[in-house]
């Protein structure tokens, strides 16, 4: 059966005209009805995606902090503990001349400018000298720390003899008594001191 689609009246199947208006029919096969399509759901928009922020490190940010070299106290530091020592050394040999302890000496040879003086004059440069060449150039200089032990020994032996041979009834000034029982022993601790301190310089680099 098929119906006319101008009027709704029902005609056979075969029919090619409606039999009540004469409208032309469409044949059955296609007057189906065809299954509709669903629609597509539309697709919904995506939102535009902001950019992230750039990431900072924290150790990018941080600013760099410049470490201050340690500063070593006068008494363990090195460079200034040779000068120390040469300081004493000099105004001991200078204290010696400028009393009344050189007198013996100056009288058994006859005069500040008699050969025997000047024969220890020239012993004492000699002897700073050497001793510059030996803690500064040697022990500070290129860390050799076992040079200062013969120093060490020779100031240690100077002054043990020296106090041995001192006789109180025999001391005429108060320096006398310095002479012997303090003169030498700050050489000692500072070259001591400095071995120490060299030794630990080459210990922590």
Known sequence: MSFCTACGTKNPADA?????????????SAAEPVAPVPPIPPVPAVPPVSPAPPVVSAQASTPSVAVAP??????????????MYFYVSIFNIGAYF???SATDFLEQSGGFFTIPVGIFALFVVVYLGF????????????????WLLPLIAWHVYSYLDGLSGFDPMYAETSFDYYDAYISGVPETLILIKLF?????RVATH
């Open 16 to 28: 090619r005209f409606c039999s009540a208006c004469g409208h032309a029919l469409t044949p059955a």
């Open 131 to 146: 001793a510059y060449w030996l803690i500064k150039k040697q022990a500070v200089d290129k860390n050799r720390t076992l």
């Open 70 to 83: 340690v500063k070593l106290k006068a008494f363990d530091n090195p460079d200034e503990l040779w000068k």
């Open 98 to 100: 400028l009393t009344n």
């Open 196 to 200: 120490v301190a060299l030794r630990e």
